[in-house]
């Protein structure tokens, strides 16, 4: 993935452009991600917020998470596209979501998350060590993703 790497909204309303390396990749299985997308799951990067530029107008929602965090989502105040994420664990981490970027035929999940609401007719490739929901420490999915890279 070249940096910055950037992306934009269904419409164009939205741009925004990242100034580092994504933490991790995600692929999540979870029902509201499900409910979200209207897919079988979602796929984000994490990356610091202080990383992203991101120019237009956005709306926010906030609901309630599994693990008791609020999480905000930022969407095109004209298409509606959500952009990204944060939850008030205080860690100040994006989730972009990865559909959003310009360039999307490197990308490859390292961390599978919520494995237990995963579709059964989805396969994992197969170094992928999903969690059967979202870890408590966010570490671990770090560890995950550098196994996963490790492996190659």
């Not at 770090?142 to 490790?150: G, T």
Request: proline share 6%; net charge negative.
């Amino acid at each position: 993935m070249d940096i910055p790497f950037e992306g934009s909204c269904q419409c164009g309303a939205i741009s925004f452009s990242v100034h580092t390396a994504p933490l991790l990749t995600y692929a999540c299985f979870c029902t509201s991600c499900q409910k979200r997308t209207g897919s079988a799951f979602s796929m984000g990067l994490i990356v610091p917020v202080d990383a992203m530029d991101v120019e237009g107008v956005l709306t926010a929602w906030s609901r309630r998470s599994d693990k008791g965090y609020t999480n905000t989502r930022y969407s095109c105040a004209d298409c509606g596209n959500i952009i990204y994420g944060i939850d008030d664990s205080g860690l100040n981490l994006a989730k972009l979501q990865a559909g959003l970027l310009e360039n999307t035929s490197t990308l490859e999940p390292e961390v599978y998350l919520f494995g237990r609401s995963k579709p059964h007719w989805l396969t994992l490739p197969d170094k992928a060590r999903p969690f059967a929901t979202q870890p408590d420490n966010p570490m671990d999915m770090l560890q995950v993703a550098q196994a996963y890279r490790d492996e190659g």
